[in-house]
């Protein structure tokens, strides 16, 4: 069952339930321009294991991701709930959010590595502690529905979140590579996002990750964004991102066009593309296409190409192996004319 189809089904449940009726927090956001970098991540640092959102199906899915954060020359830590599950959740709200903070108060604990997406970031927003937080910036490293916490964090905080693989499967080369580049060997400027090597010969070219270039220009601003349609469930609320003079990076999966242009058009009817310096578009993979439609490529044109800032469709960021890590927060610059995304500062101290 994907994404959609689990908050179709789940939606009159998603205010109220174990967890009590979701209340609302009074943590400020953080002071415009305010930036919290975390400390870059190095062998045999201890790296707290969460699950924010869902959990895997069995036992053995989570023991799976213990397992591999260990083979990256990591401790682990697992949080207290981590096993806990309720249907779509990995537990109940309240201990969900509690493993979040408590591995941001443990001094013993460098970095903090999601289990995986699914559903439920968004239920845990008032119950996470935004002071504590502030004052411990870590990596905390995530995708998809991992958007929510990385976004409200950053909002309320400055401190900079890193969206990038879950722990649920296998670091590709390539990816392996942008996790070790971004997060454990910075250099001031640092290329992320372009298509993995790829051999051309005679009758085979590039296929799969080939870049749609909608308009040209370059950008400099500091990332935000994320998945779309968390994106989009944040929006009105106080843990929204500010989008005004930012490249905003957007991916999702599951979704049809028809989908992707009623979160784009929100956005715009929220005056808030409107705001940004660029748009990176990622992998927007397992489209459903079905029946008449307007193409992906065509939504994503008629809803940005008026908006006279650089945009570029095709970035690897989303729910592909080959995927970045995207330091939200960060000063790039996009170029729209070459079809380049870079880092202008190092994401971690």
Known sequence: MNRRRILQSTIAGALIGGSGVLGTTNAAAAPAGKILKPRRLAPGNTIGLVAPASSSLEDEGIRFSIDLVRSMGFKVKQGAHLFDREQYLAGDD??????VNNMFADDSVDAIFCLRGGYGTSRILPYLDYE????????????????????AIHTKTGVVGFHGPNASGNFSDYALSEFQKVLMQPTPTTEIGSAPPFEAREGRIERKNRLTYINGGVAKGRLIGGNLTLISVLMGTEFEPDFQDKIVFLEDVHEAPYRIDRMLTQLLLAGKLQ?????????????ETEGNTFSLEEVMRDRTKDLGIPVVRGFMIGHVEDQTVVPIGVEAELDGNKGTLRLLEAAVT
Do not use: C, H
Request: proline content about 3%; glycine content about 12%; charged content about 25%.
């Open 275 to 287: 705001q940004a310096a660029g748009i990176v578009f990622g992998k927007f993979t397992d489209s």
């Open 94 to 99: 309240r201990a969900r959010a509690e493993d």
């Open 132 to 151: 504590l937080i502030g004052r411990n910036p870590k990596v905390q490293l995530g995708m998809s529905d991992i958007t929510g916490i990385l976004t």
